[in-house]
């Protein structure tokens, strides 16, 4: 069957006709019209919403609030949003900037969806039509979800890090990303860390051995040592055309390590 | 096969036409309307071949849905010469030998339009990072890239 | 750029006035305007898309084909298998007698390579192409394969060709293409040294920006015209024209702008059956390779294996060197024999070297059939040979460009292959190259020539 189009004025509307066989969700399309010219047939119906609520951009008191249809390019665009600017920047090159949307890289499933490893280092808040989710719990079980936004506290640009590590630069898909957000205490240790790794998984997660051993070092070589050589705990990394498996475990830690001691 | 009506100005004409439903922009340009300066290297967005700028944003035709575009301005290289002058881009392009076999060219030309629409004076960083989204594989890109910044010279000689 | 007229002065007339003028190219005003036009850049009404299915194993017996399901989709106007084929066999290069004809256009009763076309489906748009390919059931019977050269060519592996009944090509002159040239075991017994390495490649996909695929449009008398970026219009007339049984005036192919070609747009694989679904449909067909297709269906550069055994002198003199070179066609022949004998032809490289052997092979495996690209037969050996070169200098304490000046090919030289040397700049350009790279090397060097006594 033909290819349709369902535009929804509301989110809520795109939910419903996301119940329908062959309904996908579309963003930017990067992804979803990418696998319809490649022959997917098993999608039949595109699902987008015009809703304003989708392409808002809120930050206030130091939080930020991102529609779920946010480009990329307007994030790193976004001048109360430099901090980050980074990782939204690590995604594709410009034209697709101009396209990948923050909803869209949350459901991008490995080795794309580096500006959601982003938002898993600053844990953030995804507000779905079925409720609020720790982005944790969202990556977990996102199927049949539908995002309206992303909230989080807007780090200061020294306590954020990012780095996407491709073979082509300075655009390329992933070997991996990390993002990493360093609470520092009053005696320039790390008192507390996010670290949030992309293509460890099937999903984003958090590399929790390497933060426990972060904790009250500083980050000279020899102190951040342990947390190098814990990164990798617990990973199952995928293999695809970019990498395989065995390569992306190996660099892991050369990669986190460097993003440390810059 | 259902039909969507579609409406948008392309390189600064009004055009109306009823499209297959979901069918990209890319289709509808080249089939449709009879310009084929947007290629299809790969229909999966990642060559940059099919590039064009809708409402002053560079994007990729292959992944746009037509439907979508209804009441933009479109540009596509095969408008970007009037009555016959070229735009500095496409002068610069055959000045500096930056196309062989060409088929990369319309979109490296959009893309470099973005960069010098935004950025008039752009450092060579600049115009790598604006170009990263297409691929050439004639040419090893220096060629390409000494060719914008050509362009952005020219350009900012003639407005001085 | 300078043009260095003292080279080959008393060989020449001084009357080259174009050289170090910068040109425009006569194509470049129609890419920058995107006017140039490609074979693509045109639609027909009423066109159909050809979808072709291929096979998921890298080595299958077909047990049974059902196109009912398919045929039956909305949108569809006809499957093409091979019974629709007048002669269903592939071979490019037949007409100047190269090269077996152990190809199918499509598929008959075996696929030997995961990609390999079994049917064409052909629908009015590429959405109900791709529906209706989704629903054809291939009953395949998996067999075992061989992957790389020396699985290929390991005793009892599995035969990927039974036109061959072996894993390699069997030239006229046996098992390899030959060049025996003085006593090499002789060579070999009088070096100071002796130097044996094995080199691999892997396959290269030319990847062009516009991907391998023709359109054609009935003109309505029993003549096609087909609009293709084939790289090799003659070879895609003639094949077509033995493949479909028709006349050569039958067939007008339109070509002439190919987005990049490298050698991966002259396998005529696109044509015979697009102009043959339009003659069976009535229809215009467009037959274009998706990105994926053109990746990992189109060839590469053939993969391939190549041990180098040398005896050098200390004095830097290669004494002797024997070649044996494995070239990884795939499931098929292609070019393939072709490419391997240049191969030949090619060792030992640019070096008068008094006792030469050759070796080269044809082996195919089950893999993507592999064809030209830049250099076609001879990138590869120049790599391994090259890389020989630097390794055999650092073993005998030689700076590696005064090496190759010790051992460079001169006008008059008999090559291994029996062709008097003549017209050799090889001594010229690394002088030029020393000078230019600043390597120095020592001054009786810089006196040698190509042609002058010295």
């Known amino acids: ?262 | ?160 | 750029m300078k043009l260095a007229k003292s080279y080959f002065a008393d060989e020449r007339k001084d009357d080259l006035k174009e050289l170090g003028k910068g040109l425009q190219r006569s194509d470049v005003p129609g890419h920058v305007t995107g006017k140039t036009s490609y074979f693509a850049d045109r639609t027909f009404p009423g066109m159909l898309y050809l979808k072709m299915v291929r096979s998921p194993h890298d080595h299958a017996r077909i047990r049974s084909v059902d196109l009912s399901e398919a045929e039956k989709h909305p949108g569809v106007h006809r499957i093409l298998t091979h019974k629709d084929i007048p002669h269903n066999l592939y071979t490019i290069l037949i007409l100047i007698q190269v090269g077996p004809e152990d190809e199918h256009v499509l598929a008959e009763d075996k696929v030997r390579w995961k990609g390999e076309a079994v049917v064409a489906v052909l629908a009015d748009s590429e959405r109900a192409a791709n529906e209706a390919a989704a629903k054809v059931k291939i009953d395949y019977e998996v067999l075992p394969s061989v992957l790389d050269i020396e699985s290929a060519l390991a005793p009892g592996a599995p035969v990927v060709n039974e036109h061959h009944g072996q894993n390699f090509y069997m030239y006229d002159s046996g098992a390899s293409r030959k060049v025996r040239f003085g006593d090499v075991e002789k060579g070999f017994a009088e070096a100071d040294h002796i130097l044996e390495q094995t080199y691999w490649s892997s396959p290269i996909e030319q990847a062009p920006m516009e991907t391998t695929g023709c359109i054609v449009a009935p003109e309505g008398n029993d003549r096609f015209t087909c609009y293709t970026n084939t790289q090799a219009m003659f070879f895609t007339l003639d094949n077509t024209s033995i493949i479909l049984q028709m006349p050569g005036h039958k067939l007008h192919m339109v070509g002439g702008t190919v987005g990049g070609g490298f050698g991966g747009k002259v396998d005529v694989t696109v044509e015979p059956i697009a102009i043959l679904a339009a003659k069976l449909t009535g229809r215009p067909v467009s037959f274009i390779y998706s990105r994926h297709e053109e990746m990992q269906i189109s060839s590469p550069r053939a993969a391939e294996k190549i041990v180098l055994k040398d005896g050098v002198m200390k004095d830097g003199r290669i004494v002797a060197r024997q070649v044996w070179g494995y070239t990884d066609a795939g499931a098929y022949s292609r070019h393939s024999p072709y490419g391997a004998q240049k191969g030949a032809a090619h060792y030992p490289g640019p070096y008068t070297i008094p006792n030469v052997w050759v070796d080269t092979f044809c082996v195919y495996t089950n893999r993507t059939p592999s064809s030209a690209m830049r250099g076609f037969g001879v990138t590869i050996a120049d790599f391994a040979l090259e890389v020989q070169m630097d390794k055999l200098a650092r073993l005998i304490g030689m700076d590696p460009l005064e090496f190759r000046f010790v051992n460079a090919y001169r006008d008059g030289d008999m090559k291994a292959h029996r062709q008097e040397t003549t017209g050799a700049a090889l001594i010229e350009c690394m002088q030029e190259a020393s000078r230019v790279a600043n390597w120095p090397v020592a001054e009786k060097y810089l006196k040698m020539s190509s042609y002058k006594e010295s």
């Open chain 2, 1 to 160: 096969m259902a039909k969507v009506p579609v409406q948008f100005t392309l390189n600064g004409e009004e055009k109306a036409e009823f499209v297959d439903s979901g069918a990209t922009l890319i289709k509808v340009l080249r089939d449709k309307l009879g310009d084929t300066s947007p290629k299809g290297g790969c229909n999966q967005g990642t060559c940059g071949s099919c590039s064009v700028i809708i409402d002053g944003e560079l994007k990729l035709s292959c992944l746009t849905l037509a439907e979508t575009c209804n009441g933009v301005e479109i540009l596509t290289n095969g408008g970007l010469a009037k009555d016959g002058v070229l735009h500095p881009l496409q002068r610069s392009f055959i000045d500096e030998f930056a196309a062989q076999c060409g088929f990369c060219t319309s979109g490296m030309i959009m893309a470099a339009k973005a960069l010098l629409d935004r950025n008039p004076n752009p450092s060579r960083e600049d115009v790598v990072d604006a170009l990263s989204g297409n691929i050439c594989r004639c040419t090893g890109y220096e060629p390409i890239i000494r060719a914008v910044l050509t362009a952005a010279r020219s350009n900012s000689q003639n407005a001085a």
């Open chain 1, 1 to 262: 069957m033909p290819l349709a189009l369902k535009t929804c004025s509301t989110i809520a509307e795109a939910g419903a006709a996301l119940k329908d066989g062959g309904a996908r969700y579309i963003g930017g399309g990067t992804l979803v019209v990418r696998a319809a010219n490649e022959g997917d047939v098993s999608l039949s119906t595109y699902v987008r919403s015009t809703d304003p609520v989708l392409s808002a951009i809120k930050v206030e008191a130091g939080r930020a609030t991102l529609g779920a249809s946010v480009t990329m390019s307007s994030i790193a665009r976004h001048p109360d949003l430099s901090a980050i600017a980074g990782a939204a920047k690590a995604v594709g090159g410009p034209a697709i900037r101009n396209m990948a949307t923050v909803g869209g890289n949350l459901f991008a499933p490995a080795p794309y969806g580096d500006f959601a490893v982003a938002l898993l280092a600053l844990d953030a808040t995804v507000h779905t039509t079925t409720g609020d989710f720790g982005i944790e719990d969202f990556l977990a079980g996102r199927d049949g979800k539908v995002v309206a936004s992303v909230s989080f506290d807007v780090p200061s640009a020294e306590k954020f890090r990012f780095a996407k590590i491709s073979r082509t630069k300075p655009k390329g898909v992933s070997v991996l990303s990390i993002g990493a957000v360093l609470e520092p205490d009053a005696n320039g240790k790390v008192k507390s860390a996010r670290i949030a790794l992309g293509c460890m998984a099937d999903r984003p997660i958090r590399a929790r051995a390497a933060e426990k051993a972060l904790a009250g070092a500083t980050l000279r070589e020899e102190d951040v040592a342990p947390a190098v050589a814990a990164v990798g705990e617990g990973v199952q990394p995928i293999t695809d055309a970019i990498a395989s498996a065995w390569y992306r475990a190996e660099v892991l830690p050369v990669h986190f390590r460097r993003l440390l001691l810059e």
